[in-house]
């Protein structure tokens, strides 16, 4: 292994043991760029490491400028935050990822060739799964965590019921997580969660309450953690 791939190997690395140690990644979606960085520093201050921006599906975006989102808020950051993008269905989102700079790729879904470009490429990859056929697949194909998605639609007793059989797979829950489910889903199994709208509040975000955005992190970062 050269110079090279063993550096790219350990900012991979770095990356997964991010996931497990602070458990908690952030869904960034719809937000104008001159928000980001003001949003990103609330969350940070709040105890937030990673970042996920997302890919438009609709195109209302284009992913040219989502990448170039992911690159701003990377070099403002440097080490300090993970970021990494999200509703990724293509393997050319994951390049314009990787090309600015971004360490992780999480999709809605499990696509073979979408996990393996991930992997080739260096990032660490959380492909979206619903059952337990998915979940294997996801593994199989590379995946370091897969996202069960939508979560909350399969309640913490299937989480329980599929880490039974699959306890080699680590799981992360999003969609539909808040305060008050999110030990219910820990205890069920899973290694981290995914949380969008309840703390990038729309509402807050528009008004500049970054201490209220702040505030909303600090509590999902102790709760993500078990505190």
């Excluded at 990032?123 to 996801?138: Q, T």
């Excluded at 370091?144 to 399969?154: A, E, I, N, Q």
Aim: glycine fraction near 10%; include cysteine; charge should be neutral.
């Amino acid at each position: 292994m050269n110079d090279k791939n063993f550096k790219e190997c350990q900012a991979r690395l770095d990356t997964v043991h991010a996931v497990e140690r602070e458990r908690l990644v952030v869904i960034v979606r719809g937000v104008q760029r001159d928000k980001l960085i003001p949003l990103a520093e609330a969350m940070y201050e709040g105890g937030v490491r990673l970042l996920e921006i997302t890919y438009s599906a609709n195109r209302a975006v284009s992913d040219t400028e989502t990448a170039e989102n992911i690159a701003m808020l990377k070099s403002h950051f440097g080490d300090k935050m993970f970021i990494g993008a999200g509703t990724v269905l293509t393997c050319e989102q994951v390049a314009l990822t990787a090309n600015a700079g971004g360490q992780f790729i999480i999709s809605p879904n499990t696509k073979k060739v979408v996990i393996e470009e991930t992997r080739r490429l260096g990032l660490v990859s959380m492909p979206g799964a619903f059952s337990p056929s998915e979940i294997e697949d996801a593994h199989e194909y590379g995946a370091d965590f897969v996202k069960l998605f939508p979560v909350t639609d399969l309640g913490a007793g299937y989480v329980k019921a599929v880490k039974a059989p699959l306890s080699h797979i680590k799981l992360l829950a999003v969609g539909g997580i808040d305060l008050d489910n999110m030990a219910h889903y820990r205890k069920a199994g899973v290694c981290g969660f995914g949380i969008g709208s309840n703390i990038t509040d729309k509402k807050m975000i528009a008004e500049g309450d970054w201490e209220g955005i702040t505030a909303l992190a600090r509590k999902y970062v102790f709760a993500a953690k078990g505190k």
